[in-house]
C-alpha cells in the first residue's frame, strides 16, 4: 500500500500561483501512476490531471490546460502540481490519487488510494 499526504495549499488572489505536492510512502512509489483531482464546495470530485509512473505521459482536464503542471520525482516520492493563473473557478479541496494499474478513465474510481487533501481558496 502506499499513503498519501498533500501540501501547498493557501489562500490566494486570482492570478496568482501555487505549487501542491504529495509526498508518498510506503511501497515503491514508482510503480503508481498518480493524478490529481478537486472538489469544490457541493461538488462533485472532479479530476484535475495524471502523470503516468514512468513520468512520460501526462493529461489534463481542458480547465486547467495551460495553467498548471503535473510532474512527479520518483526519487523523492513525492507528485507536484504547478498552478499558475489562479482563477476563483480553481477553488476546491485538492487531493493526490495513486493506482497500480493503469486508469482506463478519469474517474475517481479508477485510483485506489487517496490523501487527505489540501484546500486552495482563489479569491477575485
Known amino acids: 500500500q502506499v499513503q498519501l499526504v498533500e501540501t501547498g495549499g493557501g489562500l490566494v488572489q486570482a492570478g496568482s500561483s501555487l505549487r501542491l505536492s504529495c509526498a508518498a510512502s510506503g511501497r515503491t512509489f514508482s510503480t503508481y501512476h498518480t493524478g490529481w483531482f478537486r472538489q469544490a464546495p457541493g461538488k462533485e470530485r472532479e479530476f484535475v490531471a495524471y502523470?503516468?509512473?514512468?513520468?512520460?505521459?501526462?493529461y489534463y482536464t481542458d480547465s486547467v490546460k495551460g495553467r498548471f503542471t503535473i510532474s512527479r520525482d520518483n526519487a523523492k516520492n513525492t507528485v507536484y502540481l504547478q498552478m499558475n493563473s489562479l482563477k476563483p473557478e480553481d477553488t476546491a479541496v485538492y487531493y493526490c490519487?495513486?493506482?497500480?494499474?493503469?486508469?482506463?478513465?478519469?474517474?475517481?474510481?479508477?485510483?485506489?488510494?487517496w490523501g487527505q487533501g489540501t484546500r486552495v481558496t482563489v479569491s477575485s
Open positions: 502523470i503516468s509512473r514512468s513520468v512520460v505521459n501526462t
Open positions: 490519487a495513486a493506482t497500480v494499474r493503469l486508469p482506463l478513465g478519469v474517474a475517481p474510481s479508477e485510483y485506489n488510494y
